[in-house]
Every structure is written in C-alpha cells, then in structure tokens.
Nanobody
Framework: QVQPVESGGGLVQAGGSLRLSCTASGRTFSRLILGWFRQAPGKEREFVAAINTITGSTYYADSVKGRFTISRDNAANTGYLQMNSLKPEDTAVYYC??????????????????WGQGTQVTVSS
C-alpha cells in the first residue's frame, strides 16, 4: 500500500517560488511513477508534471514548462515539485499521485491509483 502525503503549499506573490513535497510510505518508492495534478475551483483536475522514478524521465504540462521542476529522492521516499515564477493562474489545490508500472498515460489522472489529500497553493497578483 502506498499513501502519498503532500506538504509545502501556501500563499505567495506572483513571481515567487514554492516547493511542494510528496512523501510516500512503503519500501517500493523507487518503483513508483509520481505525478502532480492540480484543481482550481470550478475546474477539472489537470496534469502538471510526472516523473518515472526508475528512469528519471520527466513530463510537464505546457503551462508549466520552464517554470516547474519535478524531482525525487528515492532514499528519502520523497518527490518534489519546485515551482518558480508563479502566476495567479497557478492557484489551485495540488495533489500528488502515484502508481506502479510505466504503461498508460502519464498525463491522465485515471491512470494513478494512489492520491494524497492535496495542498493549497495560492498566488496573489
């Protein structure tokens, strides 16, 4: 069983930075695909970034490319989402998701089995 737990959200001014963390329990962290999704009020949950913790390959939504960086520390069972140059439109609840196996889309929330409770990120203008 894997239980992701997010931390690091908060309030920041536009242009600022935040780093989100996702800690996943269990001894199988190094085999996980980790993803970050976000959901703003009245909108559907959308893909932000993903990382294959086995190969280190990363994937990003066009809206965050060049601003956000996903990474992981397998020894610490933790994944990270470094968010720079934040914009008001980045305001949302950010969720960490995880799954085993590299088959299936990295971009669809339906392919992830394990979800954290979410952490709020608010960017003021």
């Amino acid at each position: 069983q894997v239980q992701p737990v997010e931390s690091g959200g908060g309030l920041v001014q536009a242009g600022g930075s935040l780093r989100l963390s996702c800690t996943a329990s269990g001894r199988t962290f190094s085999r996980l695909i980790l993803g970050w999704f976000r959901q703003a009020p009245g909108k559907e949950r959308e893909f932000v970034a993903a990382i294959n913790t086995i190969t280190g390959s990363t994937y990003y939504a066009d809206s965050v490319k060049g601003r956000f960086t996903i990474s992981r520390d397998n020894a610490a069972n933790t994944g990270y989402l470094q968010m720079n140059s934040l914009k008001p439109e980045d305001t949302a609840v950010y969720y960490c998701a995880a799954r085993f196996g590299i088959t299936g889309s990295y971009y669809s929330p339906n392919t992830y089995n394990y979800w954290g409770q979410g952490t709020q990120v608010t960017v003021s203008s």
